[in-house]
């Protein structure tokens, strides 16, 4: 039976300014929803190159609040209150870590009426931030876990219709959540920022990605999240010494299904 569910990798890259890399997002299809896992600069220009308007979006995730992963949602909020055709055209579920609302109310004071949308057309999931947590949505099961990275990360986990899993990792350290959380995954895309020789903390190499996707037991790893660093490095082998299972390096516009 063909899976529901497509994947679509709207950035690759970081904070850094690319060509060929928008910062780290993608968004899934399932069933009749659009989820868009963060939100950072160039990624509705991205969603229109694939033909789906914001107005499509059902959910948007953050995984942290770092402006390369949240730096576009006031331009989406605008976005979605333009009333040509006409506004709003979904109901959209921002899902988050502890913390959003008072990061919103912050936004909200700077932004003030032209990001806030109508009760009905806006709803605002907060996930627990120090222990496991799990919701069930009309489509798709949502389980999320703290990880290594700010006080708010989560890496997420989304069951879709068919059983199928996919697991977002964020940005993160090496932590035991995010091997509990990729149990057996069926599609894991996980961030690799820096080659395995230039650590930073906070962040994954391609060695420590493989080993957290091995233990998992993940069918198939895709790495993201590419720091410049990593253009001119071999990610694949170093990725190889520690995971034999099916590995993609993420580009831009790449898809797959789940």
């Given at each position: 039976m063909t899976s529901s569910s497509r994947i679509t990798i709207l950035g690759s890259g970081t904070c850094v300014p690319s060509l060929k890399r928008n910062p780290c997002s993608f968004?899934?299809?399932?069933?009749?929803?659009?989820?868009?896992?963060?939100?950072?600069?160039?990624?509705?220009?991205?969603?229109l190159e694939i033909g789906i308007p914001i107005f499509d979006i059902s959910h948007l995730f953050l995984s942290h609040f770092h402006p390369d992963h949240s730096g576009e949602l006031v331009s989406f909020l605008f976005g979605l209150k333009y009333p040509s055709p006409s506004p709003q055209q979904r109901h959209l579920t921002i899902v988050a870590g502890k913390g959003f609302t008072a990061f919103f109310e912050g936004l909200k004071s700077v932004y003030g009426h032209w990001i806030e949308l109508p009760p009905d057309c806006l709803t605002i999931v907060e996930?627990?931030?120090?222990?496991?947590?799990?919701?069930?949505?009309?489509?798709?099961?949502?389980?999320?876990?703290?990880?290594?990275?700010?006080?708010?990360?989560l890496a997420f986990r989304v069951t879709d219709a068919d059983g199928k899993v996919l697991v977002?990792?964020?940005?993160?350290?090496v932590c035991d959540s995010l091997v509990t959380i990729a149990d057996k995954a069926d599609l894991m895309i996980c961030?690799?920022?820096?080659?395995?020789?230039?650590?930073?903390?906070?962040?994954?190499?391609?060695?420590?990605?493989?080993?957290?996707?091995?233990?998992?037991?993940?069918?198939?790893?895709?790495?993201?999240?590419?720091?410049?660093?990593?253009?001119?490095?071999?990610?694949?082998?170093?990725?190889?010494?520690?995971?034999?299972?099916?590995?993609?390096?993420?580009?831009?516009?790449?898809?797959?299904?789940?």
């Open positions: 968004l899934m299809q399932t069933g009749k929803e659009n989820l868009l896992f963060d939100c950072g600069s160039g990624v509705m220009r991205r969603l996930m627990d931030t120090r222990a496991p947590d799990r919701r069930v949505f009309s489509s798709f099961s949502l389980s999320s876990m703290p990880v290594a990275h700010r006080p708010e990360s977002y990792s964020g940005d993160t350290d961030e690799s920022a820096f080659p395995d020789d230039r650590k930073i903390d906070g962040h994954l190499t391609p060695s420590l990605a493989g080993r957290i996707a091995q233990s998992a037991g993940v069918k198939r790893l895709v790495l993201t999240h590419f720091y410049p660093d990593c253009e001119d490095a071999d990610i694949e082998n170093q990725c190889r010494s520690t995971y034999n299972g099916s590995l993609v390096l993420a580009q831009d516009l790449m898809t797959f299904s789940l």
